[in-house]
């Protein structure tokens, strides 16, 4: 607790009031990534509270990273959960980050600021130290939350957590568990089919110098909990779909709709909120300045999908949106397969991480050419836009031994000839290249994402640019990271 000496009082009160001071103290606390040591991305959660004997709660705050200067002041929203308010964040830079929080109240009463500090690794760190020494302790953490409050951390037995880009749930899971001291399995059941339940599932492993590297792999609901007994003695099994899916079961009671004109992200920000007033979102209008020109309805009834509507919505202004492994809302760009640079490299040496290649390619999945067309109901006549793969370094090229094999895409949502077009652009990034599928041996990486860019070496020594889709991480040291990804160049 830190007390503040204040004599900012009211003009007009006279001299008497001069050498008057007000003692207002405050209680403070920020969090980063819960109080983690180590987080894999500049992307991170903070946690905020804060409380004044002057003005109660506060109304805002602001940041301030490293020795740059204060952010703006931003509206503070606690959550009701004992004044904690989650923001989204994005550290500025990788390595050693301190970043300072202050707060003020009603009555621009200022608090002295709070600090906390977090490792952002670099991309290639973490490669170096799963190639380093395959032998490596492997560590994962199943932990259940109520709201904000930790009920339990469970040990599994065997299990996985898969992300895929091209699902409109990310990210899954399938987990069979243990029971310990403190739970049966018994009690794990009960606790987990508690409407309400998150699981965050987490994995890392303990460096040669004895530091343990934790990353997020999602922040869950329940699908479905097993509980079997027999004569071998009892199973629990559970499966898990990443937050996303509170939006998707949140169907609409009654129409939804959105005025032309809208800013995207303000229409996003509505459909999300409106369907989960808790949800934590990272979408930024000041980065995405998209407008949506079409007036727009959402129908009510059972088989609506709120959040199939959000992502159609995004998409349709050449956008991918998602649940991040922490639970975020976030919205990118797909990455240009030519220009993308690769976040990580393995090759063919002593200290290989993949040290076998397995590749299928499914032909019929791969395309070089987008076709989108708007046919909204206010158009008289609808609108088109394309983009072919011009890349002749591309093994999908146009213009090249492959041909012309489009793929097509329409919304109502479209209706105008340049979003066609931008909406095409961002397609083709999302099915150009050949899709492959392929096996990683060794030590996997869980800071690997869908739509990371990776480079690998074949048995020719060629390297090959590919796009992850989707990857499964398993939860033991004892088996295979997978990943399916598209090829998008090849170089020497």
């Known amino acids: 607790m830190t007390l503040l000496l204040l004599t900012n009082v009211a003009p007009g009160w006279g001299d008497a009031w001069d050498d008057i001071s007000l003692q207002i103290a405050w209680t403070e606390r920020l969090t980063i990534d819960g109080g983690a040591e180590v987080a894999a991305t500049p992307e991170v959660q903070l946690r905020l509270r804060a409380v004044s004997s002057a003005g109660g709660q506060p109304t805002d705050y602001r940041l301030k990273e490293n020795d740059a200067e204060w952010g ?31 707060f003020r109240d009603d009555d621009l009463n ?44 469970l040990e599994a037995v065997a299990g996985s957590v898969s992300a895929d880009a091209r699902r409109a749930v990310w990210r899954t899971a399938d987990l069979s568990l243990c029971p310990s001291d403190e739970f049966t399995h018994r009690a794990i059941y009960d606790l987990l089919v508690t409407p309400g339940i998150e699981i965050v599932i987490r994995r890392g492993w303990v460096t040669a110098a004895g530091g343990e590297v934790v ?16 004569e071998a003695g009892t ?54 300045t998209n407008v949506v020109e079409a007036p727009v309805v959402f129908e009510a009834g059972d088989s ?22 922490e639970g975020v809302v976030r919205m990118i760009q797909p990455p240009d397969a030519a220009s993308v640079t690769a976040a990580y490299f393995y090759r063919r040496d002593e200290r290989a991480v993949v040290t076998s290649q397995s590749r299928v390619s499914p032909m019929g999945q791969t395309y070089n050419g987008v076709i989108v067309t708007g046919e909204g109901s206010t158009l008289p006549t609808p609108v088109r836009g394309e983009a072919w793969d011009n ?19 329409s919304s ?18 999302t099915v150009r290249g050949r899709v492959e599928s392929l096996t990683w041996e060794q030590i996997p990486n869980p800071m690997l994402v869908p739509l990371d860019a990776v480079e690998l070496e074949d048995d020719t020594g060629a390297l090959h640019t590919y796009i992850l889709d989707e990857l499964t991480i398993p939860l033991s040291a004892a088996e295979l990271q997978t990943a399916a990804a598209r090829e998008t160049r090849i170089g020497y």
């Open 235 to 288: 199973e629990l099994s559970v499966t898990l779909s990443d937050l996303s899916a509170r939006i998707q079961r949140a169907r609409w009671t009654e129409p939804y709709q959105i005025a032309p004109g809208t800013g995207l992200v303000e229409a996003l920000v509505g459909i999300l909120v409106d369907r989960w007033p808790d949800v934590t979102l990272a979408l930024d209008a000041n980065v995405v």
């Open 110 to 153: 200022v608090s002295p600021g709070v600090s906390a500090s977090i490792t952002v690794l670099e991309p290639a760190e973490a490669v170096a130290v799963t190639a380093f020494d395959a032998a490596q302790v492997i560590t994962a953490g199943i932990l259940v939350y109520y709201g904000t409050q930790l009920l339990a951390q």
């Open 215 to 230: 990353i997020g792999l999602g922040r869950f609901i329940v699908d479905e909990a097993t509980f079997a007994e027999g």
């Open 391 to 409: 890349d002749p370094q591309s093994p999908t090229y146009a213009d090249g031994p492959f041909g012309r094999t489009p793929y097509f895409y």
């Open 412 to 429: 109502p949502l479209i209706v105008t000839a340049e979003n066609a077009e931008d909406v095409a652009q961002s397609l083709l990034a």
């Open 72 to 102: 703006e002041w931003r509206p503070f929203n606690g959550t009701g959960k004992r004044d904690w308010m989650s923001v989204a964040y994005t550290l500025g830079g990788y390595g050693d980050r301190d970043l300072t929080a202050q």
């Open 304 to 325: 609506s999908d709120p959040w199939a509507d959000a992502q159609n919505l995004a998409q349709a202004h050449g956008y991918a949106l998602y649940f991040d492994a």
